[in-house]
């Protein structure tokens, strides 16, 4: 498996070399848990393809999604951050790859590298910053700028125009119910932007989605966009 996970690519080779000798290749399967919440974290992930949501839980029997990681990030920055217990549940959304770490090597290449904490602590700054955006997104944005924000996150990471999500997966991330979600991508399908039948969702016309999305896609995208600087 070649590397394209960001944080991995930006290190120096000598120090990309270093982090993927720790490293074993693992699939990611539409809708496993890599971490619960409160759960002991034993490993770390470098995506390499596909994309995950990172849900907060609203109460017993209900989750919201804020914030999603790809191949620009990491999974289990809180260990960077020196906690091995997840505030966060991390659920494949979309299938893919990953670079799997175990916790203790993870932590020492961590102590070793100057390059991976200037990287990691730009990625943070930036995921902080997608999850306060998320917050103020649930409270001030309707359901259909929304959704178009959510599908063009989800085709960034996973690098396609494809995938699929069923109504209710979708109105659990998005914390509405689901029949505000039949309406908003009916609209969004009526538009020309989407095909939605049967959870299979195909992007027809991404530039008209962008204009249809809320102003915290092209916020947080302008930020993802600088970790390449």
Known sequence: MVPKNHLIELLPRVERQRVLSLCEPV????SDTLFDVGATTRHVYF??????????????????????VGREGLLGVHVALGSLRSPLRALVQGPGTAWRVAVAPFKRELALSPALRRGLNRYI????AQLASSAACVRYHLIGPRLARWLL???????????????QFLSSMLGVRRVG?????????SSGMIDYNRGEIRVLDRAALEAAACSCYRTNHAAYAALNR
């Open 125 to 128: 700054a930036v995921l902080m």
């Open 27 to 30: 699939e990611l399967a539409l």
């Open 181 to 189: 979600v039949t309406s908003a991508a009916s609209k969004l399908q």
């Open 47 to 68: 995506p390499t393809d596909g994309f995950v949501s990172l849900l907060g839980a609203v109460d017993q029997d209900s989750t919201l999604e804020v914030g999603m």
């Open 153 to 167: 996150m989800s085709q960034d990471r996973s690098g396609s125009d494809h995938f699929f999500m069923t109504q």
